[in-house]
């Protein structure tokens, strides 16, 4: 996508700066999925000229159709915009061509291999310090990024696995590098609320007591925080006088005996295969419930077809489950994961089917609600009846951890998706090692 001009009639045209959203769908998905590694290869001052462009055709979009409200574009994520399909000039491939309006232009991008990026000279905000030009190296396996990034070949890195996490502890040069946003990833076990024995308010209640979050914190490297509810503890509109279910064995025990499963039950818990975290959160839960009588088969399978099978109804009673939020709002996790109205049969995001008439309504309340405190105290009570319904067991919030070498200025990690934004940072050449 090359920017030559200012934007004009029929553009995407955003009110605010967008960060590397100017990618749309792309770069969270290649992060997401493939793994994600950004080098930013040039040293950028803060003297650049940077305003507004889109590469847009007039024809992209319709006449005034534009975002004028970040939320918009940070709430979808995982879509983008591009090119009205045109028969006088096709394309095979018409996603690789994303229209944005971001600090950045794609200059070249080889799929699977390596995005690169240059400063957009059009951007909206003057003066603002970012780098000349980003890579993105897309499908390096996690042990080659730490080694790279103690090499000083990286300047960023995200995902970092627990053996390299134990080495950074024990280094200083290393621990400095680290930035952490506590408690920005609820992790959960759900409870299919429409399948027994979890249609009982009881049984499910009875699981919050009967896991040791604190222990299960310990067991995951202390890389996370207990949850307290749905919510992460960054997000606006999180309700700070919620308390965790605390690990209380002998009232699990009488709330099994009052649902009469007093000897446990049998049940299946799935999870992702490909991710270490999951699976220690499976044995950890599996082991746990074992001391009630409660007999738990692990299943495991990748992660696309355990989304496709939780998402159908009736089909999966309980599985280990996340969510990463990419706006600063409640109402993206509450309104996907948790409100009765957005229930499908298959695809649904809902996966533990959970409904409560009081919480749908507050639902419909909040998206008529303009008001913005009264809309966050509308989620407020949202996550309060949630937490009281416990249709999920709650178990933690991870923690975002990124690297950053110490040559990178102005950087602040985010506790939302991506987990970094490299409009306002620069690079400062000294100490840093030369590019090849």
């Given at each position: 996508?090359?920017?030559?001009?200012?934007?004009?009639?029929?553009?995407?045209?955003?009110?605010?700066?967008?960060?590397?959203?100017?990618?749309?769908?792309?770069?969270?998905?290649?992060?997401?999925?493939?793994?994600?590694?950004?080098?930013?290869?040039?040293?950028?001052?803060?003297?650049?000229?940077?305003?507004?462009?889109?590469?847009?055709?007039?024809?992209?979009?319709?006449?005034?159709?534009?975002?004028?409200?970040?939320?918009?574009?940070?709430?979808?994520?995982?879509?983008?915009?591009?090119?009205?399909?045109?028969?006088?000039?096709?394309?095979?491939?018409?996603?690789?061509?994303?229209?944005?309006?971001?600090?950045?232009?794609?200059?070249?991008?080889?799929?699977?291999?390596?995005?690169?990026?240059?400063?957009?000279?059009?951007?909206?905000?003057?003066?603002?310090?970012?780098?000349?030009?980003?890579?993105?190296?897309?499908?390096?396996?996690?042990?080659?990024?730490?080694?790279?990034?103690?090499?000083?070949?990286?300047?960023?890195?995200?995902?970092?696995?627990?053996?390299?996490?134990?080495?950074?502890?024990?280094?200083?040069?290393?621990?400095?590098?680290?930035?952490?946003?506590?408690?920005?990833?609820?992790?959960?076990?759900?409870?299919?609320?429409?399948?027994?024995?979890?249609?009982?308010?009881?049984?499910?209640?009875?699981?919050?007591?009967?896991?040791?979050?604190?222990?299960?914190?310990?067991?995951?490297?202390?890389?996370?925080?207990?949850?307290?509810?749905?919510?992460?503890?960054?997000?606006?509109?999180?309700?700070?006088?919620?308390?965790?279910?605390?690990?209380?064995?002998?009232?699990?025990?009488?709330?099994?005996?009052?649902?009469?499963?007093?000897?446990?039950?049998?049940?299946?818990?799935?999870?992702?295969?490909?991710?270490?975290?999951?699976?220690?959160?499976?044995?950890?839960?599996?082991?746990?419930?074992?001391?009630?009588?409660?007999?738990?088969?692990?299943?495991?399978?990748?992660?696309?077809?355990?989304?496709?099978?939780?998402?159908?109804?009736?089909?999966?009673?309980?599985?280990?489950?996340?969510?990463?939020?990419?706006?600063?709002?409640?109402?993206?996790?509450?309104?996907?994961?948790?409100?009765?109205?957005?229930?499908?049969?298959?695809?649904?995001?809902?996966?533990?089917?959970?409904?409560?008439?009081?919480?749908?309504?507050?639902?419909?309340?909040?998206?008529?609600?303009?008001?913005?405190?009264?809309?966050?105290?509308?989620?407020?009570?949202?996550?309060?009846?949630?937490?009281?319904?416990?249709?999920?067991?709650?178990?933690?919030q991870f923690n975002t951890e990124v690297l950053v070498q110490h040559w990178v200025k102005g950087f602040k990690p985010r506790g939302f998706w991506p987990p970094a934004r490299f409009d306002s940072t620069w690079l400062e050449?000294?100490g840093r090692p030369a590019t090849p």
């Open positions: 996508m090359e920017v030559s001009r200012p934007p004009k009639r029929g553009d995407l045209a955003l009110d605010r700066p967008m960060g590397l959203w100017v990618l749309g769908w792309l770069l969270p998905m290649v992060a997401l999925f493939q793994g994600l590694v950004v080098l930013a290869v040039s040293p950028g001052g803060p003297d650049g000229m940077l305003r507004l462009a889109v590469e847009a055709d007039p024809h992209s979009l319709d006449p005034g159709q534009v975002f004028s409200n970040e939320e918009a574009m940070l709430t979808t994520g995982s879509a983008g915009i591009v090119r009205r399909p045109d028969p006088k000039r096709p394309t095979k491939s018409p996603g690789n061509v994303p229209i944005g309006a971001g600090p950045f232009v794609v200059k070249n991008w080889v799929r699977g291999a390596r995005i690169q990026l240059e400063r957009n000279p059009y951007y909206i905000l003057r003066k603002m310090p970012q780098p000349d030009r980003i890579d993105v190296m897309v499908n390096l396996d996690r042990t080659t990024q730490f080694m790279m990034f103690e090499r000083g070949e990286l300047d960023f890195q995200h995902y970092i696995q627990d053996p390299d996490f134990v080495r950074i502890r024990r280094r200083p040069q290393l621990s400095s590098a680290l930035r952490v946003v506590a408690g920005s990833s609820p992790t959960f076990v759900f409870l299919n609320c429409e399948m027994p024995p979890f249609t009982n308010r009881l049984v499910r209640l009875a699981l919050n007591y009967a896991i040791d979050k604190e222990a299960l914190v310990r067991v995951l490297a202390n890389r996370c925080v207990v949850a307290r509810g749905p919510l992460q503890l960054v997000v606006r509109g999180f309700n700070q006088g919620l308390t965790a279910y605390p690990h209380d064995p002998a009232k699990a025990r009488a709330l099994l005996a009052q649902a009469g499963l007093t000897n446990g039950f049998e049940s299946t818990l799935w999870t992702n295969r490909d991710d270490p975290r999951w699976i220690k959160i499976a044995l950890f839960v599996q082991q746990s419930l074992k001391e009630y009588g409660i007999r738990l088969e692990i299943r495991e399978v990748g992660y696309p077809t355990l989304v496709q099978l939780c998402g159908k109804r009736r089909n999966v009673p309980m599985g280990v489950f996340d969510w990463v939020s990419a706006a600063d709002d409640p109402k993206e996790l509450l309104d996907s994961l948790l409100n009765g109205d957005n229930i499908l049969d298959e695809n649904c995001v809902n996966v533990a089917f959970y409904s409560n008439p009081r919480a749908q309504q507050l639902f419909r309340d909040a998206v008529a609600e303009a008001n913005s405190n009264r809309r966050l105290e509308i989620y407020r009570q949202i996550e309060s009846i949630v937490v009281e319904d416990v249709s999920w067991i709650f178990l933690v050449p000294a």
